[in-house]
């Protein structure tokens, strides 16, 4: 007998199977597309608006005054240094400007203020000085003994002492008592005699006081010497 092959007819695949096959490529496919576009981006939320300035214009704020309250000032010497040339500048305007009356005014002063000898000083050469140039004053031995007052004078600014000043200014005047002023010879001598005296120093009381009775008794014969002798 011919052999006869029956052979099984293969089971058809399953339609759902199919369909959910579809509907899954769909899905990835729309996935794909859906995270490929992220969609609009969104805006910042705006910002506040920055607060207005109080502060004018030029005028410093806190954190500058605070600055310039910490930078360090220095050398204390410059503050000093510069004290003394204000004191040394006012000093040659006195000199330049010096009138008896203001020497007589200084003479009561407290002698022991910082500053009563060399003021003095000033004030009483700056009145010789002026004095020297008077006609009936113009000669050349008056004219040295000028120069050594300034020359003094001149070496206050530089620390010198008051001795040397104090002795010029005396034995100018004592030139100028020699033109027509006899009457105060014997207290033109005991002037110089006087300066010759002092140390030139102030720092104690009794120092203090030998300069203010030298500054009145020059005062006193300053009052001679100021007017145009008696011919």
């Known amino acids: 007998m011919a052999e006869i092959n029956i052979q099984r007819k293969k089971k058809a695949a399953s339609p759902w199977l199919l369909i959910l096959l579809a509907l899954l490529l769909v899905g990835l496919g729309i996935w794909y597309l859906v995270s490929r576009d992220p969609g609009p981006e969104q805006s910042p939320p705006p910002t506040a ?7 004018t214009p030029g005028a410093p704020t806190h954190d500058s005054a605070a600055a310039s309250a910490a930078v360090p000032t220095g050398d204390p010497s410059v503050g000093a240094l510069a004290s003394e040339t204000e004191t040394e500048v006012a000093e040659d305007d006195a000199e330049a400007a010096a009138e008896p009356a203001d020497f007589y005014a200084l003479v009561a002063d407290d002698p022991a203020s910082g500053n009563y000898a060399r003021r003095g000083l000033t004030l009483l050469s700056g009145v010789l000085v002026g004095m020297a140039d008077r006609p009936d004053l113009r000669d050349q031995a008056i004219a040295e003994k000028r120069n050594d007052l300034t020359s003094a004078t001149s070496r206050l600014s530089s620390g010198g ?60 014969v300053l009052r001679v010497l100021e007017k145009p002798a008696q011919t």
């Open 49 to 55: 608006p920055a607060p207005e300035s109080t502060v």
């Open 161 to 220: 002492s008051l001795r040397p000043g104090l002795v010029a200014a005396a034995e100018l005047m004592q030139e100028m008592q020699r033109r027509g002023y006899s009457s105060v010879e014997r207290e033109t001598n005991a002037l110089v005699e006087r300066a010759n005296q002092l140390s030139g120093r102030t720092a104690t009381p009794a120092e203090q006081r030998a300069t203010q009775e030298f500054f009145q008794q020059a005062a006193n």
